[in-house]
C-alpha cells in the first residue's frame, strides 16, 4: 500500500480545471484554429476514393455524354438546324457539358453520409478535430473536384465529335457558372446524405428531383419556345440559369436575357442560393439531425 502513488493530486487538479471559468464542457469540441491539415486529409481521402474509380466516376459520364450528344443531333440537328446562330451540335454541347458536372457532384456528396450511416461508418466523418465549415469544405471541394474533372473528360470527347465548335467567348461565365452549379448539386447531395437513411431515397432525389429539374433546364431546347406560363416557370429553375450561363459563356449569347446583364443577375441568383443552402446545411450539421442520434 505504501508504494502506490497518491491520486489525490490528479484528482485536485482535474477538479481544479473542471472549476477554471471558460473550461469547455465534457463531450464539447473547440476549434481555436483552423485546421487546414484535417481538411486537406479529408479532401484527399474523398478525392482518390473516387479516383480509384475513375472509369466509372470520370470516363463513364463522358461516354454517356457523347451518347446524348448523337442521339440529340441525329434526331433534331438534320438539315443544318441552327439555335442561337449556331449549329445544333454546338448549341447543346455547352449544357450537356455543365449537366454532366452537376450530376456526378450530386453523386459524389449524395454517398458521403448515407454510406457512413448505412455502413456504421459515420464516425469516420464525426470524430475528427475538424469543424462543420472544415467538414463542409473538403467534402464540396472533393465533389467540385470531380466534376470538373468530368467537365474536361467531356469536353474533350466532344473536340473529337464532327460539327461541334467550342470556342470561350466570356471565360468568368464559364468559370462561374461551372463552378456555381457544381457547388449547387454538391450541397443538394450532401443535405440528401444527411436526410437519406437508405439508397433508395437518394435516388428518389436524383431521379424525381434532379433529372426533371435539369432536362427541363433548356439544355435541349430555347424557352423562347415554350408558352409563357412554362416560361415563367423555367426562370424560377436554378439549373436553367446554370446551363444558360454556361453556354453564354461558350456562344456569347443565351435565352437568359438579350443583355450581359440579365446573365449577370442569373449569377447572381445561382450564388445566392448556394450561400442559403450552404447556411442550412451547416444548420443541419450543427443541430446533428440523422447523424447523432
Known amino acids: 500500500m505504501a508504494n502506490q502513488p497518491n491520486p489525490a493530486p490528479e484528482i485536485a487538479a482535474a477538479a481544479t480545471r473542471a472549476a477554471a471559468p471558460g473550461f469547455p464542457e465534457r463531450g464539447v469540441p473547440i476549434f481555436s484554429t483552423f485546421n487546414r491539415l484535417g ?28 451518347l446524348y450528344l448523337m442521339i440529340f443531333t441525329v434526331a433534331m440537328g ?31 456528396t449524395s454517398f458521403n453520409f448515407l454510406a457512413g450511416k448505412i455502413q456504421g461508418t459515420i464516425v469516420d466523418y464525426l470524430m475528427p478535430p475538424i469543424s462543420n465549415g ?4 473538403a467534402l464540396i471541394g472533393a465533389a467540385v473536384t470531380r466534376a470538373v474533372l468530368v467537365g474536361l473528360a467531356i469536353t ?57 429539374l435539369t432536362m427541363l433546364s433548356g439544355t435541349f431546347y430555347v424557352i423562347s419556345n415554350l408558352q409563357p406560363a412554362f416560361q415563367a416557370v423555367s426562370r424560377v429553375n436554378p439549373f436553367f440559369y446554370v446551363i444558360s450561363g454556361f453556354r453564354f459563356g461558350f456562344l456569347g449569347q443565351s435565352d437568359i436575357g438579350a443583355t450581359n446583364m440579365a446573365v449577370l443577375n442569373g449569377a447572381l441568383y445561382v450564388g445566392a442560393l448556394n450561400v442559403l443552402l450552404l447556411g442550412a446545411l451547416y444548420g443541419l450539421l450543427k443541430s446533428g439531425w440523422k447523424l447523432k442520434s
Request: charge should be positive; proline fraction near 4%.
Open 78 to 108: 438534320r438539315g443544318g438546324r441552327e439555335v442561337l446562330g449556331v449549329n445544333f451540335a454546338s448549341f447543346i454541347a455547352p449544357g450537356l457539358i455543365v449537366m454532366g458536372m452537376m450530376g456526378n457532384a450530386f453523386a459524389n
Open 156 to 212: 474533350l470527347a466532344m473536340l473529337l465529335w464532327p460539327g461541334v465548335q467550342l470556342q470561350i467567348a466570356h471565360p468568368w461565365a464559364v468559370v462561374w457558372f461551372g463552378l456555381m452549379g457544381s457547388v449547387l448539386l454538391a450541397v443538394i447531395g450532401l443535405i440528401t446524405s444527411v436526410w437519406a437513411d437508405k439508397f433508395d431515397h437518394a435516388a428518389m432525389i436524383s431521379n424525381f428531383v434532379i433529372t426533371p
Open 134 to 137: 472544415e467538414l463542409i469544405i
Open 39 to 66: 481538411l486537406w486529409t479529408l479532401y484527399m481521402k474523398e478525392v482518390r476514393r473516387f479516383f480509384k474509380v475513375q472509369t466509372q466516376t470520370i470516363w463513364a459520364p463522358a461516354m454517356t455524354t457523347l
